[in-house]
């Protein structure tokens, strides 16, 4: 039987009392977002809202933490555009949504900022002090409760970014690659890594670049002992790149079953064959509509019981997208029903049924 863990993509809404606090102290105007060297005001809001969001996930009896990336102005593009060697151009839509992040220039080399590790190790020091308040009580839900890290993954970088320093595309990737990979390697001790790939559904990659894609996500997954999985979500990646990243070395791949497309995504699960370790997108990141725990654990039985051929060792629950779209308070919500999803044994249903 397959182990079911709740956990997120990271980047949740800011609360709007945080949201409050850094518009005073910071502004809403593209200088004024996050550059990697903000004032301690703003580094203590961001820091008590990182503790709320661990709290939250905690006391939901979440199986994985992740410390809610309130920082990243940018969503994905975050790493790139807190570097030295980036100018921030111009605002560009987030993927199709209404949410919008500043164009990262690429104008020289790229090297580790050691920001996202700084920020893992503050989320650790935190879920180690909940741990250790919490080991007395034999009512508490953080029994089995694990750090989770998020890095957006090297295509999806690459693709929100524009190359101004390097040759040619596949050299801009592999230099992306090799910089989250020192970004990994500098973590601190975690349970699992999410690479978020969102543009490998959206924009797939060439013949010439995928075969790359999978030798910079394995380089990635090589640099940490933690269980590595690549989430692709907006949809279903098409065939050739599905293929292509059956080859890296990871623990598991992910896939939104929310936005349609699942008879793609089965397909090439069928097809090609899948990690034994999966995450899937049951619960929806960009819509507000909340669904029970008993649905959220059915739609993960029924894409389990259309692969037959394959016993999953562990699947991750999770919201189809980052959750960063969503009102606090439905976001709250998602949590619990996802938490409460994995301890659901749902019996096998119908496609129809999973519509609802």
């Known amino acids: 039987m397959s182990e079911y863990v709740a956990t997120s993509p990271g980047l949740f809404p800011l609360p709007d009392w945080a949201k409050s606090e ?76 209404n949410n919008f992040y500043r164009d990262p220039r690429v104008t020289g080399e790229l090297t580790p900022t050691g920001d996202i590790a700084d920020e893992l190790a503050a989320t650790a020091e935190t879920l180690t002090e909940i741990n250790a308040n919490n080991e007395s009580n034999s009512d508490f839900p953080g029994g089995d409760t694990a750090l989770q890290a ?28 090799e910089l989250l990979t020192k970004e990994a390697a500098a973590l601190p001790s975690h349970e699992t890594l999410f690479l978020l790939e969102p543009s490998l559904v959206t924009a797939a990659p060439n013949d010439d670049i995928a075969p790359l894609v999978s030798e910079t996500i394995s380089n990635i997954a090589d640099a940490t002992e933690s269980e590595v999985i690549v989430y692709t979500y907006f949809g279903a990646l098409d065939e050739k790149t599905y293929a292509y990243l059956m080859d890296a070395s990871v623990s598991a791949l992910g896939f939104d079953i929310v936005a349609g497309e699942r008879e793609q995504t089965l397909y090439n699960v069928t097809e090609y064959g899948v990690t034994t370790d999966i995450a899937l997108g049951v619960a929806d990141g960009q819509n507000t509509l909340v669904q029970s725990s008993e649905t959220l654990a059915e739609r993960a039985s029924w894409f389990q019981n259309q692969v037959p051929s394959t016993e999953f060792d562990t699947v991750y629950l999770t919201t189809s997208a980052e959750p960063f779209y969503l009102p606090v308070n439905k976001h709250r919500e998602k949590l619990t029903a996802l938490a409460g999803a994995t301890t659901d044994s749902p019996n096998a249903i119908t496609e129809t049924e999973v519509e609802a």
């Open 22 to 97: 850094l518009s005073d102290l910071k502004g809403h105007q593209k200088e004024d977002l996050i550059t990697g060297d903000e004032s301690s005001e703003v580094r203590g809001v961001y820091d008590t809202s990182r503790t709320e969001a661990i709290e939250t996930q905690f006391e939901m009896g979440f199986d994985r933490i992740v410390g809610g990336q309130h920082r990243w102005d940018d969503m994905l593009a975050h790493p790139l555009t807190i570097h030295d060697n980036v100018e921030t151009g111009g605002i560009i839509r987030y993927y199709d949504n």
């Open 150 to 177: 998020v890095l957006p993954g090297p295509y999806s970088l690459a693709d929100l970014a524009t190359n101004n320093y390097y040759p040619d595309e596949a050299t801009f990737l592999s230099a992306i690659g």
